[in-house]
């Protein structure tokens, strides 16, 4: 398209009718301090002044005299060829056309929001150059997207010219018969067609034949015949060659080659493919050098190996392994986090089952097979307070609020509620009130069953029992400090400040072995063997199921930010689920060559930690961004050691202090450490 103004020759091809200033019957835009304003009337009569322009602009495009010669002088070579130069072309002085450098998205949104001419703008990528429609094609543009002709001048519905007159006419321009030569069969054509037949026949024409390629190849030739190599069929394998003569099969070896008569007699003992297959000997020259009483027998059994020999080609890419190897970052920049033990608490005489941390970091509590729960300072390594329950502690958890100094212990069926008698005088006012029950009330009693769970006083140990109908195996904290979990052979909820207890769950798919609330929402996870299973507590309905492909679950634990689970298994997997991402794991990590015991993440940076009963804890540096674009980056960083084992039984719990980068391990050597930076 040419125009006067020496405006570039551009496509139109990125108009859509969508747009709203194409596809109006009224156009108008503001230009230059100027309003202009059309309507289209769809008819070519009127010599109004829009038409004479209509017709002065058609004119013009039909003329090539006056078109601009673009700027690109390639011609038909591809743009893809130029896609990794710095220019897109040449022009007519054979110059390199460079490209101009493409701003993003957000910039070209920026840059065009407050520009009322930038619809009108479309970009060459012939000559790399943004391109502005003038006045005049913008009508034809409109024009066409309605599906009108170009030019206002033109009528696309003309009337229409009879140029015959049927007035007392009966007949046809031509009433002739159809002739007879259009319905008989040509007779010179049959005569031609005899000649040819009868010149194939007498082999007077005779046609190439196609040529039979022999079927024959080398069966040993050497695999540089490239010719022999595109033979169809199975690809070209060279026959392995037979190792060469060395010392020993020389007509005069060496003295420490010949064999003695003892070892030549203990061959005989020896299984036949265990003996060796040629026995050296010595001659003084080569020509008294016997014919080889095996030559036909091995040049047989070698054109047999070869001929049966399974023959595969295996592709394979030469790759550096240290590339295939994630860049993980340094660890120096990763710190801190815990890789020295610098406190051993030692007081248990049986293997320490459970550790849980206090919610301000002061107070460590710990539960054993010795029947005793031990309140520690973390600071000074000193024992606190001593309690003896008469059996082993499962499980022991510190209630998440501060102002409560409550500890929930695991005792075969029972689960006790302790006051750790730490803290304020307030606290512990708190907590008396709160392990405070009147008239026992039977829970959970539904069709006149026998309850659930008992809620009784202890009198020893100044607290309340909670009494299940089987064992207990483990026992959580919600964040806010009021509702715990236990784990039986089903889920219970339990509520201290109510003294209540309830099923959330009646059906569950499998067996639950841990359960766990999620650290700020109203969501519950519930792990059986093979599954995590995320139910909404307030809707009572299942939301997610994860799926990890372990053996057997043993222990989870949720991120501070509730999106990252890490499950830990009886196998020694580890998988990290992101639950935002998928279904199933986002990472599996072999580490452990035991049972894990227990995972955990740390509240405040970005680590998290995972114990076996191999006696080794492994420490990873787990990262989380906020971008949701972002995978999270897992980075291993320390193996700590140090407990021995007893029973076969090594680390057996571990906790992250919930402010410092230092973490408190359990084992069965009834010794717990603390480890830190």
């Not at 006056?66 to 130069?85: C, F, Q, S």
């Not at 220019?87 to 460079?98: F, S």
């Not at 000649?195 to 039979?212: C, S, T, Y």
């Not at 799926?547 to 499950?567: A, M, T």
Request: net charge negative; glycine share 6%; proline share 7%.
């Amino acid at each position: 398209m040419g125009h006067s103004d020496g405006e570039h020759e551009h496509e139109v091809d990125d108009l859509s009718a969508d747009d709203s200033s194409w596809s109006d019957g009224v156009w108008s835009e503001d230009d230059d301090e100027e309003s202009v304003s059309f309507e289209d009337s769809g008819s070519g009569s009127g010599s109004d002044p829009e038409s004479e322009e209509a017709a002065a602009a058609a004119e013009e495009s039909d003329s090539s005299e006056d078109e601009v010669a673009p700027r690109n002088t390639v011609g038909d070579v591809p743009l893809e060829w130029y896609k990794d130069e710095e220019h897109i072309g040449y022009d007519i002085d054979g110059r390199k056309i460079k490209k101009r450098d493409r701003e993003g998205r957000i910039e070209a949104y920026l840059r065009n929001a407050d520009d009322a001419k930038n619809w009108r703008k479309i970009y060459d990528e012939y000559n790399d150059e943004e391109v502005q429609i003038t006045k005049e094609e913008a009508k034809i543009i409109s024009r066409l997207l309605k599906g009108k002709t170009p030019h206002a001048n033109v009528d696309p519905y003309p009337d229409y010219v009879d140029w015959f007159e049927y007035e007392d006419k009966g007949h046809p321009l031509s009433s002739a018969p159809e002739p007879k030569r259009r319905f008989v069969p040509s007779k010179w054509e049959q005569k031609k067609v005899v000649k040819l037949v009868r010149a194939i026949r007498n082999g007077w024409i005779k046609f190439d034949k196609p040529k039979e390629e022999p079927n024959l190849y080398l069966l040993w030739g050497d695999e540089t015949d490239t010719a022999d190599n595109k033979r169809q069929g199975l690809s070209y394998i060279p026959a392995p060659k037979p190792n060469l003569p060395g010392h020993e099969e020389s007509y005069n070896p060496s003295i420490e080659y010949i064999p003695t008569q003892e070892e030549i007699d203990s061959y005989q003992l020896m299984y036949e493919e265990d003996r060796p297959k040629f026995i050296p000997k010595r001659f003084e020259s080569l020509r008294s050098v016997p014919a080889y009483e095996k030559a036909l027998r091995e040049g047989f059994d070698r054109c047999l190996d070869l001929y049966l020999c399974p023959r595969t080609r295996k592709k394979r890419i030469n790759i550096d392994p240290e590339s295939l190897k994630p860049k993980l970052p340094s660890k120096k920049d990763l710190r801190p986090y815990p890789k020295t033990c610098y406190l051993e608490f030692k007081g248990h005489t049986s293997p320490v089952n459970s550790i849980s941390v206090e919610i301000t970091g002061q107070w460590l509590a710990s539960g054993s097979c010795d029947g005793t729960i031990r309140v520690w300072e973390v600071e000074t390594g000193r024992c606190v307070k001593v309690w003896n329950v008469g059996g082993d502690v499962r499980h022991i958890a510190w209630n998440p609020s501060p102002d409560r100094p409550i500890l929930a212990a695991i005792v075969g069926h029972e689960l006790l509620l302790i006051n750790a008698e730490v803290g304020s005088e307030e606290a512990q006012m708190k907590a008396k009130e709160l392990l405070k029950i009147g008239e026992m009330a039977p829970q959970d009693d539904t069709d006149d069953k026998k309850p659930a769970v008992m809620w009784m006083k202890h009198d020893k140990l100044d607290g309340i029992t909670l009494t299940h109908q089987k064992a207990v195996s483990k026992v959580d904290w919600h964040f806010k400090g009021d509702y715990f979990t236990t784990v039986v052979p089903t889920v219970l909820l339990h509520q201290l400040t109510k003294k209540h207890s309830h099923h959330p769950f009646r059906k569950l798919p499998g067996l639950p072995v841990v359960a766990t609330f999620h650290p700020s929402q109203k969501m519950f996870f519930v792990a059986t063997k093979k599954f995590v299973q995320v139910y909404d507590l307030q809707k009572a309905q299942l939301v997610k199921k994860l799926e990890s492909g372990l053996r057997e679950i043993s222990s989870i634990s949720i991120h501070p930010g509730g999106d990252n689970v890490i499950v830990g298994s009886k196998d020694g997997k580890l998988c990290w689920f992101d639950t935002d991402l998928s279904t199933r794991p986002y990472k599996t990590l072999k580490i452990h060559s035991k049972d894990i015991t227990s995972v955990t993440f740390h509240r405040k940076y970005p680590l998290f930690a995972s114990s076996s009963e191999d006696c080794s804890a492994y420490v990873c540096h787990g990262m989380v961004y906020s971008d949701l674009n972002q995978n999270p980056l897992i980075v291993p960083l320390e193996i700590l050691r140090g407990h021995s084992s007893s029973d076969g039984r090594g680390v057996l719990d571990c906790k992250f202090h919930p402010k410092q980068p230092w973490l408190f391990t359990a084992g069965a050597d009834s010794v717990i450490r603390l480890y830190c930076d």
